[in-house]
């Protein structure tokens, strides 16, 4: 789930080459709220600045409305800008946008 849609094709893309399937992406927390029950992905990334909508809100949101998913946040920002509200939260973890790797998504899976 981020709010730019050039951020998620290169993503999206990033991710495939590096092994992993990408079941779906969402632009708005409305999306993600629809479409993750329905996809029931493995992992859902979340960014956590989402213009006027908060990513730490829509972890929470995804977790209550029971999503399966790991969730982890990511952002363009330092995690340490963050890290008392992502404890908050019921996300396996952080991941700065510019680290996205399957392999990092895989250190926190299986953490």
Same mark, same amino acid.
């Given at each position: 789930?981020?709010?730019?849609? %050039? #951020?998620?094709?290169? !993503?999206? %893309?990033?991710?495939?080459?590096? +092994?992993?399937? &990408?079941?779906? &992406?969402?632009?708005?927390?409305? $999306?993600?709220?629809?479409? &993750? =029950?329905?996809? $029931?992905?493995?992992? @859902?990334? &979340?960014? @956590?600045?989402? +213009?006027? $909508? ?9 977790? %209550? ?6 969730? @982890?946040?990511?952002?363009?920002? !330092?995690? !340490?800008? #963050?890290?008392?509200?992502?404890? $908050?939260? =019921?996300?396996? +973890? #952080?991941? =700065?946008? %510019? ?5 990092? @998504?895989?250190?926190?899976?299986? !953490?």
């Amino acid at each position: 789930m981020d709010d730019s849609a %050039s #951020f998620l094709d290169a !993503a999206s %893309s990033l991710l495939r080459r590096e +092994g992993l399937e &990408v079941v779906g &992406v969402a632009l708005t927390s409305a $999306e993600a709220l629809r479409d &993750v =029950p329905a996809l $029931e992905p493995d992992v @859902i990334l &979340v960014d @956590i600045s989402l +213009g006027a $909508e908060s990513g730490l809100e829509l972890a929470r949101e995804l977790v %209550s409305a029971g999503a399966r998913g790991t969730v @982890i946040l990511i952002s363009t920002r !330092a995690e !340490a800008d #963050f890290v008392d509200l992502i404890a $908050e939260t =019921p996300a396996a +973890g #952080f991941v =700065p946008k %510019s680290d996205l790797s399957a392999a990092a @998504i895989t250190r926190l899976v299986n !953490a």
